[in-house]
T-cell receptor, first 113, second 117 residues
Framework: KNQVEQSPQSLIILEGKNCTLQ??????????LRWYKQDTGRGPVSLTI?????NTKSNGRYTATLDADTKQSSLHITASQLSDSASYIC????????????FGGGTRLMVKP | GAGVSQSPRYKVAKRGQDVALRCDPI?????LFWYQQALGQGPEFLTY????????KSGLPSDRFFAERPEGSVSTLKIQRTQQEDSAVYLC???????????????FGNGTRLTVT
C-alpha cells in the first residue's frame, strides 16, 4: 500500500529560527513530490513540486529536498515568521493509473514570538 | 482570477439528512478531485474526474456518497442519509491537465465544513 509518513506530527519554534520537516514515502513508481502549506480553515496551497531528477527546489524561505533513492524529502524553513504557522503536507504522485496522489498526515507548525 | 470556489462554507445537517456540496473549479481545468479531511489529518482521496468522466471513485467510503460533474466544470458531492462519522471538511481541487503532469499543480478550494448532529 502506498504510504506517506511525515514527522514530526507537530512542532513549536520561536520566530526567526529555522526548522526542517521530514517526509518518507513508499509510493512506486514515483512521479513527483509536492509540499503544500495549509492555513487553518483554508485549502492547501502549493509550495514546491519536484520530480525524481530534482534534488532541491526553493520557494522564498522554503527549500525542499528530495532523495529518490531513499524515498525521503524534507522541507526546510529559514528565518521563520509568525505567518509560517500552518500545517505542511507532503503529497506524492505515482506514475501509473490508480496511483495518483497520496497525502501525508501533515506536520503542524506553530511559530511563537 | 478566481480560484476554486466551494459552497456552502459551512453546513450543519441532522443525522439522516441528505446534503449537496458544490465545487466550482478554475475555468478550463481538466482534472477535479474531492477529498475528505478529518480534524488534524491530511486529506483523504474520495474521487477524481477528468472533464466529465469520473475515472476513479475508489475513495468514496460508502454508496451514500455520490459525485458528479455532468458538463466537465462544476461538480457536486452528494451525501445521502448523513451520519456523524461524515463530519469533516470536504475539499475540492482542480488542475489544468492530467494529475500526472509535472507542471500541473493542484489548486484547492477552502473546503466545506460539514457537521452532522
Amino acid at each position: 500500500k502506498n504510504q506517506v509518513e511525515q514527522s514530526p506530527q507537530s512542532l513549536i519554534i520561536l520566530e526567526g529560527k529555522n526548522c526542517t520537516l521530514q517526509c518518507n514515502y513508499t509510493v512506486s513508481p514515483f512521479s513527483n513530490l509536492r509540499w503544500y502549506k495549509q492555513d487553518t480553515g483554508r485549502g492547501p496551497v502549493s509550495l514546491t513540486i519536484m520530480t525524481f531528477s530534482e534534488n532541491t527546489k526553493s520557494n522564498g524561505r522554503y527549500t525542499a529536498t528530495l532523495d529518490a533513492d531513499t524515498k525521503q524529502s524534507s522541507l526546510h524553513i529559514t528565518a521563520s515568521q509568525l505567518s509560517d504557522s500552518a500545517s505542511y503536507i507532503c503529497v506524492v504522485s505515482g506514475a501509473d493509473a490508480g496511483n495518483m496522489l497520496t497525502f501525508g498526515g501533515g506536520t503542524r507548525l506553530m511559530v511563537k514570538p | 482570477g478566481a480560484g476554486v470556489s466551494q459552497s456552502p462554507r459551512y453546513k450543519v445537517a441532522k443525522r439522516g439528512q441528505d446534503v449537496a456540496l458544490r465545487c466550482d473549479p478554475i475555468s478550463g481545468h481538466v482534472s477535479l478531485f474531492w477529498y475528505q479531511q478529518a480534524l488534524g489529518q491530511g486529506p483523504e482521496f474520495l474521487t477524481y474526474f477528468q472533464n466529465e468522466a469520473q475515472l476513479d471513485k475508489s475513495g468514496l467510503p460508502s454508496d451514500r456518497f455520490f459525485a458528479e460533474r455532468p458538463e466537465g466544470s462544476v461538480s457536486t458531492l452528494k451525501i445521502q442519509r448523513t451520519q456523524q462519522e461524515d463530519s469533516a471538511v470536504y475539499l475540492c481541487a482542480s488542475s489544468l491537465a492530467s494529475v500526472y503532469s509535472y507542471n500541473s499543480p493542484l489548486h484547492f478550494g477552502n473546503g466545506t465544513r460539514l457537521t452532522v448532529t
